[in-house]
């Protein structure tokens, strides 16, 4: 079973690689190598590629950017996975493309299910949307994985930028009216092997770390792990910002976009262990030590 990752030098994809290359036969392409704007480099490239399982982990992830660059946004993430998705169709490739919380809105406040309507309100959540679309229409089979809030060692993420604030500052804050779960690059690495099969489920697949918390309650646990982990930090209390604060922002944001990873432990028994502790986990791994 031969696996290609698009998306290598990503936060998720590296992570991914790093986790498959001594378990599985697998290759990656970063955004150098195949550059998802040019369409036909990647019906080239990727018909000359031998795989059964292609992991789209790439993306135009810049929220603010696809907002003023809208052609670019719905190119690389919902065209490109339109291409892509032909081709894994004509090599009978399994294919499994990895999508966003944003495309939801935020007005709900349970978690959403595989079947909530989705109604995205940036151009980001649009063609994210859009993407799962094409994957699902070229073929049923193929698996669309919606996460939120990634982070993980391979790529600075919202948790790192606060760790690096609290170093340098005695006051930090964070947003405390905007809801989600953290989700850990390596507990899904973990996770995805289980929809390997190529009979293995298709459609939408919900996974998140359990729980769900503000922005400022998971910068705030971050801090009280490295505090528990020795990392010396100027802040010890996350302060609260609200939502209607950052005024930079261009894009809008759900105000709660919480998965529920319901279907997934239907579906594999398991249940992914909470966000508290996957962010502990990553700040033992890979902050107590520096
Ligand atoms: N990060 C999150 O919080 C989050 C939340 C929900 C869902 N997701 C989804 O999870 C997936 C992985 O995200 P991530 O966190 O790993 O994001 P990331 O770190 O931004 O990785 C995305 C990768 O795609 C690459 N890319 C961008 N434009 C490309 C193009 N035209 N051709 C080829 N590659 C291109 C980027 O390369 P460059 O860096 O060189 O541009 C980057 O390596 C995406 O589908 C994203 O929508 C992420």
Known sequence: MKIV???VGGRLGAALLREYRDKFDVAGFNHRQLNLSDLAA???KLRNTRFDILINAAGFTKVDLCETQPDRAFLINAEAPRVVAEICDEKNARLIH???????????????????QASP?????????????NVLAAKSQNLVV???WVFGPDRPSFIDAMIQQAQENDEVDA???KFSTPTYTLDIAAMLPQFFDANAEGGILHFANAGQCSWREYAQ????CCHDGGLPLKAKTIGERELRDMTNWIARRPIYSVLSSRKYTKLTGISPRTWREAVSDYITRFYSKK
């Not at 990895?98 to 909530?116: A, I």
């Not at 646990?221 to 009280?224: K, Q």
């Open 146 to 148: 919606r996460v939120s």
């Open 221 to 224: 646990w971050a801090v009280d």
């Open 42 to 44: 990647v019906r080239e």
């Open 121 to 133: 309100i940036s151009v980001y959540g649009e063609s994210k949307l859009a993407g799962e679309n």
């Open 5 to 7: 990752i698009l998306g």
């Open 98 to 116: 990895f999508s966003t919380d944003y495309v939801f809105g935020g007005e709900r406040r349970e978690p959403y299910t595989e079947e909530d």
């Open 175 to 177: 947003v405390a009216d």
